[in-house]
């Protein structure tokens, strides 16, 4: 996985514009991506989650990819809102019955401009 | 859809003082629960897993002595902060997997706690 303990790179877009926030994961096994927004001073919310036999699922606004040739996993978020600046984490669950790996990976720190 | 609380969601405390944080699933059963600190602008480091009725399993260069936990029911586990040093400020996350029935292996987040040491 992608190094923690490092300061969040960011991401800024303005209002109206989509987004899209990436994350490489480097377990092949994995078999399951969660995306996570956490606002400041909370803890994180499940946004969206994609099985390893899909490479493309749709929530309400949000859009996962999964391209597991790469072992890359991106987040859509279509017109963006100044209530979606938050930072956003991938998680990743190894093999069928197992546990999530429960380490995050850098996260990304969307901000958005009115 | 499943809550897990977290408490105190901020606590200051002297230097040398010991701090408790509880961790408790309201509306399932968790076998595991998880443990996580968070420095500011900075990603989530899980600290330990935490197994009901067993020793946590602690990440590597996190001190089991000064990091106490405990999971001594299937809806609690609790994280003490062991003669707590201005370092040792910081947001604890807990986090809680659902051990049964059609959501079993869901993992959901308390709120955070953030612990200041004077």
């Given amino acids: ?114 | 859809g499943a809550v897990v609380s977290q408490h105190p969601s901020w606590v200051i405390c002297k230097s040398g003082t010991s701090v408790k944080i509880e961790c408790r699933s309201l509306d399932f059963q968790a076998t595991t629960m998880f443990w996580y600190r968070q420095f500011p602008k900075q990603s989530l480091m899980l600290m330990a897993t935490s197994n009901e009725g067993s020793k946590a399993t602690y990440e590597q260069g996190v001190e089991k002595d000064k990091f106490l936990i405990n999971h001594a029911s299937l809806t609690l586990s609790t994280l003490t902060v062991t003669s707590a040093h201005p370092e040792d400020s910081s947001f604890y996350i807990c986090s809680a997997q659902n051990g049964q029935g059609p959501g079993a292996g869901e993992l959901f987040f308390g709120e955070g706690s953030r612990l200041t040491v004077l």
């Avoid at chain 1, 069928?96 to 958005?112: A, H, M």
Wanted: contains cysteine; hydrophobic residues 30%.
């Fill in chain 1, 1 to 114: 996985g992608e190094s923690v303990g490092l300061h969040l790179p960011t991401l800024s877009v303005q209002e109206g514009d989509n987004s899209i926030i990436n994350c490489a994961y480097s377990n092949s096994a994995s078999d399951y991506f969660i995306w996570y927004k956490q606002e400041s001073g909370k803890g994180p919310q499940f946004i969206i989650d994609i099985r390893s036999n899909m490479d493309k699922r749709q929530g309400q606004r949000v859009t996962v990819l999964l391209n597991k040739t790469v072992k890359h996993l991106s987040l859509q978020i279509a017109a963006t809102q100044p209530g979606d600046s938050a930072v956003y984490f991938c998680a990743e669950k190894i093999g069928p019955g197992g546990s999530y790996i429960p380490t995050f990976g850098r996260g990304t720190s969307l901000i958005v401009h009115p």
